[in-house]
């Protein structure tokens, strides 16, 4: 089976790409987060969609893409993500450790409580 390639320039070639090129199906919402990077403060962000394998959110501090990202949610311990891509003040970022399925629709439906 030839296997098809797909190239994802941009944050908006990323953000409208077909379910079949994402790890996971995505949660549209908008959320205050906090994130941190090593030797950093916490800051806040702006959560914008979210899956069990990742999300993405705006942050008004530049992030360095080299060094994992960690974010706390509502109602949960701190979780780890590594920086795919970002695009200004976007970041695309991928958890290291999934979310179940079941975590992830309990953990948005806290967030939309807070919209």
């Given at each position: 089976m030839d296997e098809i390639m797909i190239s994802l320039n941009s944050a908006d070639d990323r953000y409208n790409a077909p379910q079949e090129y994402r790890?996971?199906?995505?949660?549209?919402?908008?959320?205050?987060?906090?994130?941190?990077?090593?030797n950093s403060q916490l800051f806040r962000a702006t959560l914008s969609d979210i899956s069990t394998s990742g999300f993405k959110m705006t942050s008004y501090t530049d992030l360095d893409q080299n060094k994992p990202v960690y974010i706390r949610l509502p109602g949960m311990q701190t979780l780890s993500a590594t920086i795919r891509w970002n695009d200004y003040q976007e970041y695309g970022c991928a958890f290291n450790n999934q979310l179940h399925p079941a975590v992830l629709e309990h953990l948005v439906s806290k967030l939309r409580a807070f919209e």
């Open positions: 790890g996971a199906a995505r949660e549209i919402i908008e959320a205050e987060i906090f994130v941190r990077q090593l």
